[in-house]
């Protein structure tokens, strides 16, 4: 007699019951010489990089939103022009949405921007601008989590807290020699573990016990304890480690293709020059209030030529992008294939594209195609943002 398949839910029951069944003292590390292992890499290997060693929570709680499910040299850029024009939170606070879109444009998840100025600004009218210094009440504020309070916890303030990101996860899981299994138990295991090895609370004199041994365990993952074929003759616990290599994971979803096709176009006016971009509705569900090129059906270009090939990738969605030029306003065949509605559409000073929230693609296709280059002085706060786009 077969027996009938197990549901989805029976399989991860299964899987739950089997983590609970593993003791965890089969996976028991030596915390105390563990710690000390990895520290004297951390001090002698860790990457210089912007917020390491700042004393304002402000910019630590700016660089761990940043670095949320984005590399780390292009968050480098963005996180050192958003001080440069957001310097402290009251100017944070005190600045339109767009204006902080624009700094974000190029980082993608806009909503984590849009979650940062609002934060800023409740922050700045209810607590008179100071950051909770526990990780529980920074997880009451709007767009900090789980992990984002912990890493502020602890590198602003000390907190003996950990912090598991996808980094730290793959270490505990490749030194305790486990699988990738995606539970509730499976969570709960990776947590427990990265709470028995951290530091207790200990600041002072260039100290932050708690908190240098959270980013030396990130750095662990992101330098050496790589997804793919990792470094192990260099880790400092390589002894300490039941893997020592790749640890069997999930299946990733697979990589889907979409062709899409946008509108390039330019016209002069005296000196200056202007292109046609459309603004996404408030209401649209991605990326609403920014502006992008205009997107054309593709049966508009077919047989044509494009300016520009790009791909562009958004989580398991490859972008096959295609940019088509109508030189000026003249050449109104594909200018009128845009099905924008007019009101959606302005001509946007090219001097201006640098304050003006754009699209990660846009902004990208722009400056492959040179229309983005010149990088101008900055602007006064009160000239920057919508002023000076011209709806069509
Ligand atoms: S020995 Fe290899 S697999 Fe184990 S923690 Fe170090 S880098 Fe990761």
Redesign the pocket.
């Known amino acids: 007699m077969t027996s009938a398949p197990k549901s989805a839910a029976a399989s991860e029951e299964a899987s739950e019951d089997q983590m609970q069944r593993i003791p965890l003292a089969d996976a028991k590390l030596d915390g105390p010489l563990f710690r000390r292992k990895l520290m004297a890499w951390y001090k002698s290997h860790a990457r210089e990089l912007p917020w390491r060693g700042v004393s304002d929570p402000y910019r630590t709680w700016l660089s761990e939103v940043m670095l949320q499910q984005t590399r780390v040299a292009a968050v480098i850029d963005h996180y050192e022009s958003f001080l440069r024009k957001f310097p402290t939170m009251l100017a944070l606070a005190l600045a339109p949405e767009s204006e902080v879109l624009a700094i974000w444009s190029g980082l993608g998840y806009y909503r984590r921007a849009r979650l940062l100025h609002k934060t800023a600004q409740f922050l700045t009218r209810e607590r008179a601008g100071v950051l909770p210094s526990t990780s529980a009440e920074l997880r009451t504020l709007p767009g900090i989590g789980e992990y984002t309070s912990a890493a502020i916890a602890s590198i602003a303030f000390g907190e003996s807290v950990a912090v598991v990101d996808g980094n730290v996860e793959r270490?505990l899981l490749?030194?305790t020699g486990r699988s990738e299994v995606k539970t509730a138990a499976a969570r709960a295991f990776v947590q427990k573990k990265a709470s028995a090895l951290i530091p207790k609370r200990h600041v002072g004199e260039g100290i932050n016990a708690a908190g240098d041994h959270n980013q030396a365990m990130m750095e662990l993952g992101a330098t050496?304890?790589l997804p793919r074929a990792?470094?192990?003759l260099h880790?400092p616990?390589?002894s300490m480690?039941k893997?020592?290599?790749e640890h069997v994971t999930l299946p990733r979803a697979a990589q889907l293709s979409r062709p899409v096709a946008y509108l390039l176009s330019l016209r002069k006016r005296g000196t200056v020059t202007e292109v046609l971009l459309e603004l996404r509705a408030d209401e649209a569900s991605l990326m609403p209030g920014m502006y992008e090129l205009p997107p054309l059906p593709l049966d508009a270009v077919q047989g044509r030529e494009p300016l520009l090939r790009l791909r562009h990738a958004i989580t398991n969605t490859n972008y096959y992008v295609q940019v088509f030029a109508a030189h000026g306003p003249e050449d109104s065949g594909l200018r009128r294939a845009v099905p924008a509605a007019k009101g959606d559409l302005h001509w946007v000073l090219t001097s201006r594209l640098g304050s003006i929230p754009l699209t990660g693609l846009a902004r990208k296709a722009l400056q492959r195609l040179d229309v983005m280059a010149v990088k101008l002085p900055k602007l006064p706060a009160a000239t920057t943002g919508m002023a000076n786009t011209t709806a069509v």
Request: a positive charge; proline letters at 7%; charged letters at 15%.
């Open positions: 270490v490749r030194l050496l304890c990792p470094l192990c880790c616990v390589y480690c893997t020592r290599g």
